[in-house]
Every structure is written in C-alpha cells, then in structure tokens.
C-alpha cells in the first residue's frame, strides 16, 4: 500500500491509545471512557454547535485507510458503537 503520511508524522489518535499527552495530542486520559486490546472510545476535543460532545473509536493499531484494517478490528469498532450509542440514549432520555 502507498502511504500517505508525511514524514515524521505524529499520528493524533495513535498517541492517545499509547498514553502520551504532549503538545501533538489535545486529548487527555481522563477522557478515554472504553479500552480494549483491540479499541480505544474516548470523549472527541472539539465539538460541533448543537452537539455538546461525541464519542470517537479507533484502532490501537495505527492504519491509514480503511483497505488495511483487519476484519477483527472493524467488528470491534462496531460493536463498541453499538454499546456506545445505547448507553449515549440512555443518558439522554432522563
């Protein structure tokens, strides 16, 4: 596969599953609601008006396109979206 990524790249979401917190990252730990070995969820930094806040999912393996990832991976993004989204619902229908 062609890679895209400029050289000496840090990638965002790869340091977040790592544990790093520097001046590449805006997210922090304590915002990570849900790890696996296979997935990271974690409350997105910015958001969008009339959103108050939403949850990103990402590999913890780094790839750059959606051609690489493994099918074992893209089942767990799934599913966590899946547990995600009811207990999101649930929060909201007070």
Known sequence: MISHQPEEYNCPFCLVVEGIENEHVITLQEDIIYKNAYVTA?????????????????PNRHYENIYEIPVDYICEVHM???RVAKAIKKCIQL
């Open 80 to 82: 966590l979206e899946k």
């Open 42 to 58: 974690f409350i997105a930094s910015h958001w969008w008006p009339n959103n108050k806040g939403h949850i990103l999912i990402v």
